[in-house]
């Protein structure tokens, strides 16, 4: 059973005629086997270099984003509610890691000063090298292709407890949908392979 199928059973939704589903639960992430995560070096917030890396007993969230990027700013608010929600109900076991593709560590501070402030932090942010490594490496761990002259944004990699990659997807998505939830409520439980 693919993982799209696992997460309409799971939801209680027919997978069969298309129209069946609802498409505000529709997530389409693609799950791959599971693959080592990539471990890369990014540059934290306060100017310092970091590694991005798998960690231990961990789910991760790692998104791609820009403060340039439209859609990448639209989607933010429902990716720091989920990060909100999914940290209190699993404490020290679930993390959003937001990687920036921006040039310039000044624009992503300002950025983020703005976001509106509810409670503790629901994300990490570093920007990625001036090269686009993290994003690169990522890229190629998923799909296991070339990497393209431009890549599309936002873009996100879910990493296991175990410190696999187990699946992706490009283009904005509503993090607020039930389907983005329950995908990750299922790695928590160690449960979402293909």
Same mark, same amino acid.
């Given at each position: 059973?693919?993982? %799209?199928?696992?997460?309409?059973?799971?939801?209680?939704?027919?997978?069969?005629?298309?129209? $069946?589903?609802?498409?505000?639960?529709?997530?389409?992430?693609?799950?791959?086997?599971?693959?080592? $995560?990539?471990?890369?070096?990014?540059?934290?917030? @306060?100017?310092?270099?970091?590694?991005?890396?798998?960690?231990?007993?961990?789910?991760?969230?790692? @998104?791609?984003?820009?403060?340039?990027?439209?859609?990448? %700013?639209?989607?933010?608010?429902?990716?720091?509610?989920?990060?909100? $929600?999914?940290?209190? %109900?699993?404490?020290?076991?679930?993390?959003?890691?937001? !990687?920036?593709?921006? &040039?310039?560590?000044?624009?992503?501070?300002?950025?983020? %000063?703005?976001?509106? /402030? /509810?409670?503790?932090?629901?994300?990490? !942010?570093?920007?990625?090298?001036?090269? &686009?490594?993290?994003? $690169? @490496?990522?890229?190629? @761990?998923?799909?296991?292709?070339?990497?393209?002259?431009?890549? &599309?944004?936002?873009?996100?990699?879910?990493?296991?407890?175990?410190?696999?990659?187990?699946?992706?997807?490009?283009?904005?998505?509503?993090?607020?949908?039930?389907?983005? /939830?329950?995908?990750?409520?299922?790695?928590?439980?160690?449960?979402?392979?293909?």
């Amino acid at each position: 059973m693919n993982a %799209r199928l696992t997460l309409l059973v799971a939801l209680g939704l027919s997978a069969t005629p298309a129209a $069946a589903t609802p498409p505000e639960v529709a997530f389409d992430i693609h799950s791959i086997a599971p693959t080592p $995560a990539p471990r890369v070096m990014v540059t934290g917030l @306060a100017d310092t270099p970091a590694e991005l890396a798998p960690q231990s007993g961990k789910v991760l969230l790692i @998104a791609f984003w820009a403060t340039w990027c439209d859609a990448c %700013r639209a989607e933010i608010p429902g990716l720091m509610a989920l990060g909100r $929600a999914l940290q209190a %109900r699993h404490p020290g076991r679930f993390r959003v890691v937001g !990687v920036s593709m921006d &040039q310039e560590l000044g624009a992503v501070k300002t950025y983020l %000063r703005q976001l509106p /402030r /509810r409670g503790p932090p629901s994300w990490t !942010v570093f920007l990625d090298s001036p090269n &686009q490594t993290a994003l $690169a @490496a990522y890229y190629t @761990a998923a799909r296991a292709t070339d990497i393209p002259d431009e890549y &599309q944004l936002p873009q996100a990699y879910f990493v296991d407890r175990a410190g696999a990659l187990v699946g992706w997807l490009e283009g904005p998505r509503d993090w607020s949908n039930p389907a983005a /939830r329950a995908y990750l409520e299922s790695l928590l439980r160690g449960t979402s392979h293909p």
